[in-house]
């Protein structure tokens, strides 16, 4: 499966719940030094609303504050912006605005850079009346490194960076106690990473969740234009979201930005550079949004309209690639417009242990496959990248034993980066009862999840023993796909054995028949089938691609204490019923075929009959009345079939020339010899042997057939000899005489 599954409305899970978005507390401390340049400036501000405006919890907090240093009694290092605001649509809405206030110090405001300052403000805004249960996070901005030598409060010029380097350390310190979390990000050449990775490491250093990518650190980037996309990306991992930097490009323009099927909540960030770029928005089946409200299932709210950088808040959002169509008039289109988005999302597992009730000393296979909560497979590395996947076997007479469940490839997992996690464990020899392995998975940005799949020790050889052939197969919405379960009944009692699926939303797969019947001694194959939804409970979701359904059929044994005999996966690629076109393409390409060969058919025909018709090669005699011939002329191809000619010198010496509109024409006959047509005398039949009278002295016969074409030569000028002669038939002009004196 694809980063983005196809658009669409979902089906509701049956068990669904209002998703809970996790919020924090942060600050965001902006270096105003005057070392900055204008569009450093521009560039912290845009990244402190686009964090700001991005966040997808309404519940989160945001105070924005400017430090430099405070070098006079009249200067203070800390200039406060956006006083600690709620991030609900009302609160989204004005910390846009407030952003806009950070500035540029002039030299006579203080110069310096005063981290101890900034980072006892940002503690403070973030530790009083705040829940120390949800994170705090300082985000600290800056182009320098810590300059205090022009601040008098840190003591004599000669001690200044001494006790700047003091009182920092006592403020990480306080940072620490209060759990908060310092993310700096430097930019520009002067930046000192070294200093900076020492703040990151002062703070809180317990994340959002227990994994490496949520632990503070420093980042640093080399000029403006990375400084937005850089904060966003540190901004998601201590917020625990996802994030997906997109394309940019100068208005008019259309961005592309995919948003994957785990998102629950997503907002698309657009910095458009300038306020009057204005910007539609698109879902994957190309439906154009509203800003506000609720739309096919999502529920919409834009933030920021008005300024340099809005954000779209969806809930529930539809997944795969949105489209952001950014415009703007003339005169403001010279800066690029930059897309990207920030989500979070429910990551689910299915579980299955083969077999499911294994002998003591047996081994069995552990298999935790992702899924969306709907329980659609989920297959893509980038979707569940940084997961981390923990497995545990317990069960009676036995301690806990730890399961490495893999996604690489090998040893008993089968295919690497597909989705399934895979791994093996032998069962203690003093197991005795019951069973039960669980996996637990853990991304940042991803719910956790943990599922456990119940089982029991086989006494020895069971009563009924099965075994489940059901392919992975693509099929369409009210289609089924068919397998084989084949059962031995061993014992000297009939068992009733019942079928279900499991592991997805109700309603999407079902397996029939639901019971089975096994006779005392009976071994038997019989046909399972699991049957598809209809289309309307997936509408529109299945798109082009289609979706993967992922579902587990199980087979219990309710004669033996609901024993359970096969948990065994199930894939179900499930594409839209193809259309008119998809479904007879053979019999629309066959006509096609068909109608060419009738067109090339009648074309050879049409050609083969003007072919029989074509007068060129005849050659016509000129016979006198006494059965001399007193000339030859070779027909040309003529007009529409017709070799139009006339007889010049009828008396004195007569010879055929072709003329156009002529009194006389011939054509080839098919069934061999010539026809001649007359001006008003109709048709003749000239046979190849034969005569035909064109005046009361002259007849016209055929000579001697030649198919050779003749080079065109000058008209030979008049003669009155009465020698026979042969005329060219290719002129279309004839003789330079007037015609009609010759009749």
């Known amino acids: 499966m694809s980063l983005l599954a196809p658009a669409g409305p979902r089906p509701v899970p049956a068990a669904a719940s209002e998703p809970a978005f996790t919020s924090v507390n942060y600050a965001v401390a902006v270096d105003e030094s005057a070392s900055l340049a204008p569009e450093d400036m521009k560039a912290e501000k845009a990244a402190a609303a686009r964090i700001a405006l991005g966040d997808v919890s309404s519940s989160s907090n945001v105070t924005v504050f400017g430090f430099a240093a405070a070098e006079s009694g009249d200067q203070r290092a800390v200039d406060p912006v956006c006083p600690r605001t709620t991030l609900d649509a009302a609160g989204r809405e004005s910390v846009g605005a407030c952003v806009g206030k950070l500035r540029s110090r002039k030299k006579s405001e203080g110069t310096g ?53 003091r009182q920092l350390e006592l403020e990480l310190k306080n940072a620490a106690e209060q759990q908060v979390q310092i993310w700096p990000l430097g930019f520009g050449p002067a930046p000192d990473k070294e200093q900076l990775d020492r703040i990151a490491a002062g703070g809180y250093q317990k994340g959002c969740v227990e994994l490496p990518s949520a632990r503070p650190k420093a980042s640093k980037v080399s000029g403006a234009k990375d400084v937005g996309p850089t904060l966003e990306k540190i901004f998601a991992a201590a917020h625990c979201l996802r994030y997906q930097r997109g394309p940019s490009n100068r208005p008019p323009a259309t961005l592309e930005i995919g948003i994957s099927p785990l998102a629950t909540v997503g907002s698309i960030v657009v910095d458009k550079g300038d306020p009057e770029v204005t910007v ?59 897309v990207s988005v920030l989500w979070q999302g429910e990551l689910r597992g299915s579980i299955t242990m083969d077999p499911p009730s294994p002998q003591a000393g047996e081994k069995t296979t552990v298999t935790m496959r992702l899924q969306t909560r709907e ?40 295919k690497g980066s597909d989705g399934s996690f895979t791994g093996s464990v032998e069962i203690p020899e003093s197991a005795d009862g019951a069973l039960k392995v669980s996996g637990t998975l853990t991304a940042s940005g991803l719910s956790a999840d943990t599922r456990s799949e119940a089982g029991q020790i086989a006494p020895g050889v069971l009563p009924v023993t099965t075994a489940l052939t059901l392919p992975a197969a693509t099929t369409h919405p009210g289609s089924s796909v068919t397998g084989t379960l084949a059962v031995h009944n ?47 409970v997936f ?29 065994s996966p199930l894939s179900v690629h499930v594409t839209p019923e193809p259309g008119i076109w998809e479904k007879y393409w053979w019999a629309f390409l066959s006509a096609v075929v068909v109608a060419a060969l009738v067109v090339v058919a009648a074309l050879a025909w049409l050609r083969q009959r003007r072919t029989r018709r074509d007068p060129f090669g005849l050659v016509l005699r000129l016979v006198s009345e006494g059965g001399d011939i007193l000339g030859e002329h070779p027909a040309g191809h003529g007009h529409k079939q017709w070799y139009e000619f006339a007889v010049v010198e009828p008396h004195r010496s007569p010879r055929i020339e072709r003329r156009s509109h002529g009194p006389y024409a011939v054509q080839r006959s098919p069934e061999g010899g010539a026809v001649l047509r007359t001006r008003g005398g109709g048709r003749t039949r000239l046979p190849a042997n034969g005569q035909v009278p064109l005046t009361d002295t002259l007849s016209l016969a055929l000579g001697e057939e030649t198919r050779t074409p003749r080079p065109r030569r000058p008209r030979p000028s008049r003669s009155r000899t009465t020698t026979p002669t042969t005329t060219p038939a290719t002129g279309e002009g004839g003789s330079s005489g007037t015609y009609e004196s010759y009749l």
């Open 113 to 165: 850079t005063d981290f101890p300052s900034a980072i006892r403000q940002g503690v403070h805004d973030l530790s009083t009346g705040t829940d120390p249960s949800v994170p705090r996070v300082l985000f600290l901005l800056t182009d320098g490194k810590m300059d205090v030598t022009g601040s008098p409060k840190y003591g004599d010029p000669a001690h200044r960076e001494a006790e700047g380097e």
């Open 280 to 338: 539609t928005y698109l879902d994957p089946s190309g439906h154009e949004v509203p800003t506000s409200g609720t739309y096919r299932d999502s529920r919409f709210e834009l933030a920021g309209g008005g300024g340099t950088v809005e954000a779209l808040k969806i809930v529930d959002p539809v997944p795969g690639i949105w489209k952001v169509k950014a415009e703007a008039p003339e005169g403001h289109r010279s800066l690029p417009v930059g």
């Open 375 to 414: 329980g659609y497979e989920i297959k893509d590395p980038r979707d569940y990248e940084g997961l981390r996947v923990r497995g545990e076997l317990t069960g009676d007479g036995f301690a806990p034993l730890e399961l490495r469940l893999t996604d690489d490839g090998k040893g008993t997992d089968p």
């Open 490 to 536: 061993t014992s000297d009692t009939p068992h009733t054995l019942r079928l279900s699926v499991a592991d997805l939303q109700d309603g999407l797969l079902s397996v029939t028949p639901a019971e089975i019947e096994v006779k005392p001694g009976e071994s038997v194959t019989r046909k399972v089938t699991v049957e598809v939804a209809p289309e309307d």
């Open 539 to 567: 509408g529109d979701r299945l798109g082009d691609g289609g979706l993967r359904l992922g579902g587990t059929v199980t087979v219990v044994d309710t004669t033996d204490d609901d024993r359970t005999l096969v948990r």
